[in-house]
């Protein structure tokens, strides 16, 4: 079974800059994993961040970038907010349309 | 702006079939390049992918529960439905809907999701 994993848990300081990561236990992720990214907070539905590992949706504040690192998806925050305390989960694609989520890193703006 | 909507019942018992529709309004799931899936997270948990279809047909399932899931599309009233059968307390969660483009897999619209707990 396909297992998909992120850091727990990352604290940053306001203004500051934070990568989380996203890695597959089929090996290095690539493009081809279509990587997408979420913030969900408390009692909120899940929010759309990044697509296609580096794209934007309309809403996506511009301090939010993917990117690949190191053989894993990565989605860093630069001149981080109050209001991005949320938790985080990335989303890969294997065979198709067939979706694995990673189980979220909840990051605290400290 | 594209919306979804979920409904059905919030309570299960178990061994029963959950049986759940999601509405979409101000777009239509006949529109090609787009799947139609769901996605829940029981409490305090995180996300999990259950299943995904399109208008043509296509189909994926999450391999660990894709002998009790049934995912289906209604493009009459816009809706596509999920039932998911035998269910046990550990399929309590709040269920999402959502839509994903098919050729850059962007996953961009959810429904606000509806908890549906199972106990007898």
């Known amino acids: 079974q396909t297992v998909v994993t992120q850091e727990p848990s990352l604290t940053v300081s306001p203004g500051g800059t934070v990568t989380l990561t996203c890695a597959s236990s089929?090996?290095?992720?690539?493009?081809?994993?279509?990587p997408n990214w979420f913030q969900q907070k408390p009692g909120q539905a899940p929010r759309a961040l990044i697509y296609?590992?580096?794209y934007k949706h309309s809403w996506t504040p511009a301090r939010f970038s993917g990117s690949l690192l190191g053989g894993k998806a990565a989605l860093t925050l630069s001149g981080v907010q109050p209001e991005d305390e949320a938790e985080y989960y990335c989303?890969?694609?294997?065979?198709?349309?067939?979706?694995?989520f990673g189980g979220g890193t909840k990051l605290t703006v400290l | 702006q594209l919306q979804l909507q979920e409904s059905g019942p919030g309570l299960v018992k178990p061994s029963e079939t959950l049986s759940l529709t999601c509405t979409v309004s101000?777009?239509?799931?006949?529109?090609?390049?787009?799947?139609w899936g769901w996605i829940r997270q029981p409490p305090g948990k995180g996300l999990e992918w259950i299943a995904t279809?399109?208008?043509?047909?296509?189909?994926y399932y999450n391999p660990s529960l894709k002998s009790r899931v049934i995912i289906s599309l209604d493009t009459s009233k816009n809706q596509f439905s999920l039932e998911l059968s035998s269910v046990t307390a550990a399929d309590t969660a709040v269920y999402y809907c959502?839509?994903?483009?098919?050729?850059?897999?962007?996953?961009?619209?959810w429904g606000q999701g509806t908890l549906v707990t199972v106990s007898s």
């Open positions: 089929t090996g290095a992720v690539t493009s081809g994993y279509y």
């Open positions: 959502a839509r994903h483009f098919s050729s850059t897999r962007s996953l961009d619209f």
């Open positions: 279809m399109s208008n043509s047909g296509s189909t």
């Open positions: 989303l890969l694609y294997y065979g198709g349309a067939q979706g694995v």
């Open positions: 296609s590992t580096t």
């Open positions: 101000g777009g239509s799931i006949s529109n090609s390049g787009y799947y």
